[in-house]
């Protein structure tokens, strides 16, 4: 089935950059979209940024201008380029793959493992 592999988090000064990817292995055929989260401690999780097949993207208000997702469909990979970073930012992010299409059944989602980011002097 799919697994779902995330990475490039770490600790940065306010002010730097990080880029996070999210690789998804398996038998698939197509994602529809593809979605970043992020969770802090005590806070629910929150939608940060998204982008569909077709290219289009979404970002939450507070990461606009700062945050840049792209995705490389041909290795079913999603990329957050996390710049101008503020210890707000920091949280857990995980990335989500909706309606993946496999061999296998319905379209189904499917997260990542979490990668933390944290933003302090």
């Known amino acids: 089935q799919v697994q779902v592999v995330e990475s490039g988090g770490g600790s940065v000064q306010p002010g730097g950059s990080l880029r996070l990817s999210c690789a998804a292995s398996g038998s698939i055929f197509s994602i529809r979209v593809m979605v970043w989260y992020r969770q802090a401690p005590g806070k629910q999780r929150e939608f940060v940024a998204a982008?569909?097949?077709?290219?289009?993207?979404h970002y939450t208000n507070s990461v606009k201008g700062r945050f840049t997702i792209s995705r490389d469909s041909a290795n079913n990979t999603v990329y957050l380029q996390m710049d101008s970073l503020k210890p707000e930012d920091t949280a857990v992010y995980y990335c989500?793959?909706?309606?993946?299409?496999?061999?296998?059944?319905?379209?189904?989602?499917?997260w990542g493992q979490g990668t933390q980011v944290t933003v302090s002097s």
């Open positions: 982008i569909t097949e077709s290219s289009n993207t």
């Open positions: 989500q793959l909706g309606g993946v299409t496999t061999t296998f059944g319905p379209p189904q989602d499917y």
